[in-house]
């Protein structure tokens, strides 16, 4: 850490040093809303936990013998009276005490962990937040301010922007030396403060006096917290800014797509670009959809392998199978079991799970159904052990053989025929070279370097750059990117069959990163933003093979590009850039 980064968290350390001798002081007892009763409070929770119960008890009594006796309800004692007041007090009373509380609690709590009371007391004791800047949040009145307003503390750092500075309050300064001292948890300053923005300020900030290091070209504004909170990012401080680009239009089994790509390479929207323009001057590509189902796989241990093949063989059982979709199918009202297929390690058992899961991705929405099920299997064997609810049999984010074979997600074959004509002009080359440069290439050198899916071009470049646009995983392109291309002469040798099966794209569009503004945009030009209401996970089937789409575009033009002996010119003109390097100089 430098010494101007120093030099203001050694005067907050002596400041705070006689903050704290000054809070060592005796303070007066704060009253509570509980001692306004004349009761103790437990005494007066029960009576009115007793009132509750009997007068309803009583008032039920009674319109059991009226509708017996076929006495109208409307008409009433005075002791039926009595017991409606008696009964709507002790309501009042108990939601009061217990539906507030509650509400708070939830509404405070978001998805932030709970913090214990020894926090909250000590935040109280810093001095950093009062009751009414916490209820109040962003729009607190003027007067609330000013009741609020904490001794502003001088900072002299280098590495603050005078923007940075202008978005922080005068009573921001004591929160942040709290967060820098640890007595704030950084984590909680979102459920504290109830300002998602302004905890990302705070945060920032504190970051910077901790480390020394300047997040200036880090942007801050402009961006909605609130819509993260609780889903997609914790602790935020900033956002990365990613360009974004289009490729197309992509003609498509008959519909024109604009396809949106975040990308930081060059020439990268620029070949897929030239690629659909190949595609749509012969007459657009096909796709077909294989399978549609998100797995998951749980790992279970028994005593033997004997009894972890009794449940293998219980699972595998057709008239088995109606019984476990039910309780599968009871978490969701899209997901839908569609097999089991298990295999055994000794005594552990691997049940690989797999379901439809309407527009969203549906790595939760199996998670929870498979839960159910090891619940229902567990009446039947006790001494069943659950290891996880995830065996890595899925096989989620790793390259592995069984997404391969067996799929997962979205399995999609999209193909083209693309004219001898179109090859030569666009494409720059010519239908033998292509053909002989994806068996040298892409087939038997792939299977030179063992690879597992990797039988392509560059299908991963396209499948990131698109799941960032529409705000997919991006962890999850080692599976979806998953893909072989092929290609062959046709029509006596003079046009090129060109083909990607992608047996595993994983896609969705609702949850997650899809309702993020910049994302749901571009989901938005696809024609796939949220969930089908006509036909539940249309949008995200649609999304798949307008992915394999691009990635044939891509594939096309840059097989194109090596063939021809361009590709080392493109990038040289379209991904260097024109800036000296050493004039660059590291800010601290």
């Given at each position: 850490m430098d010494k101007a980064a120093g030099e203001p968290l050694k005067q907050y350390h002596r400041q705070r040093h006689h903050h704290n001798d000054h809070h060592n002081l005796p303070t007066p007892t704060s009253l509570k809303a509980s001692d306004a009763l004349p009761l103790p409070l437990y005494l007066t929770n029960g009576l009115f936990f007793g009132l509750f119960f009997s007068v309803a008890y009583f008032l039920l009594h009674r319109w059991?013998?009226?509708?017996?006796?076929?006495?109208?309800l409307h008409i009433l004692t005075f002791p039926e009276i009595a017991g409606i007041l008696c009964l709507s007090a002790s309501v009042v009373y108990l939601l009061g005490f217990f539906g507030i509380g509650i509400a708070q609690s939830l509404i405070s709590r978001g998805s932030q962990d709970s913090w214990d009371v020894e926090e909250d007391h000590m935040m109280e004791k810093?001095?950093?937040?009062?009751?009414?800047?916490?209820?109040?949040?962003?729009?607190?009145?003027?007067?609330?301010?000013?009741?609020?307003?904490l001794a502003p503390v001088?900072?002299?750092?280098?590495?603050?922007?005078?923007?940075?500075?202008?978005?922080l309050g005068s009573d921001d300064e004591e929160v942040i030396k709290g967060v820098v001292s640890g007595d704030i948890p950084s984590y909680s300053l979102e459920s504290k403060l109830r300002d998602c923005k302004r905890a990302a300020v705070i945060r920032r900030e504190a970051l910077q006096r901790m480390t020394g290091r300047s997040l200036e070209g880090l942007p801050l504004e402009g961006f909605d917290y609130e819509s993260i909170l609780g889903q997609c990012c914790?602790?935020?401080?900033?956002?990365?800014?990613?360009?974004?680009?289009?490729?197309?239009?992509?003609?498509?089994?008959?519909?024109?797509?604009?396809?949106p790509m975040a990308t930081t390479e060059g020439c990268l929207v620029a070949s897929t670009n030239r690629g659909c323009k190949a595609i749509f001057a012969s007459g657009g590509a096909s796709s077909v959809l294989l399978r549609d189902g998100m797995t998951r796989a749980p790992i279970v241990r028994f005593g033997t392998a004997k009894r972890a093949a009794e449940l293998k063989f219980f699972i595998e059982d057709p008239e088995n199978f109606d019984t476990l979709s039910v309780v599968f199918n009871r978490s969701s009202r899209f997901g839908r079991l569609?097999?089991?297929?298990?295999?055994?390690?000794?005594?552990?058992?691997?049940?690989?799970?797999?379901?439809?899961?309407?527009?969203?991705?549906?790595?939760?929405?199996?998670?929870?159904?498979?839960?159910?099920?090891?619940?229902?299997?567990?009446?039947?064997?006790?001494?069943?052990?659950?290891?996880?609810?995830?065996?890595?049999?899925?096989?989620?984010k790793k390259p592995a053989a069984v997404n391969w074979i067996e799929g997962r997600g979205k399995s999609v074959v999209c193909e083209a025929i693309i004219k001898e004509e179109v090859v030569r002009k666009v494409l720059k080359t010519n239908v033998a070279t292509l053909v002989e440069l994806n068996m040298l290439k892409n087939l038997t050198g792939s299977a030179m370097a063992g690879a597992l899916g990797g039988f392509n071009a560059h299908a991963s470049n396209i499948v990131t750059a698109v799941y960032i646009a529409t705000g997919q995983d991006p962890a999850q392109n080692v599976e979806s990117s998953h893909c072989i291309t092929m290609m062959e002469a046709v029509n006596g040798g003079k046009d090129l069959h060109i083909s990607v099966t992608m047996p595993s794209i994983e896609v969705g569009?609702?949850?997650g990163g899809t309702q993020l503004a910049s994302q749901s945009a571009c989901l938005n030009l696809l024609g796939v933003k949220g969930a089908s209401k006509d036909s539940p996970g249309s949008n995200s089937r649609l999304l798949s093979t307008i992915i394999a789409g691009s990635v044939l575009a891509g594939e096309l033009s840059l097989m194109s590009a090596i063939a021809a002996g361009q590709l080392i010119k493109s990038h040289m003109k379209y991904n260097r850039s024109s800036k000296d390097v050493s004039e660059i100089a590291p800010s601290n």
């Open positions: 059991r013998e009226k509708i017996r006796n076929s006495t109208p810093k001095g950093g937040l009062c009751a009414a800047e916490i209820c109040s949040g962003p729009a607190k009145s003027h007067a609330a301010s000013l009741a609020c307003t001088p900072s002299a750092r280098a590495v603050s922007t005078m923007f940075q500075t202008s978005l914790e602790m935020p401080v900033g956002y990365v800014q990613i360009p974004v680009g289009v490729a197309g239009p992509l003609l498509l089994d008959g519909k024109e797509y604009t396809v569609q097999n089991i297929k298990c295999t055994i390690a000794g005594k552990n058992l691997y049940m690989r799970f797999s379901c439809s899961t309407g527009d969203a991705m549906g790595m939760n929405m199996v998670s929870k159904g498979v839960q159910n099920v090891l619940d229902y299997l567990q009446t039947d064997f006790p001494d069943m052990e659950i290891i996880g609810i995830s065996g890595n049999f899925c096989s989620d569009t609702v949850g």
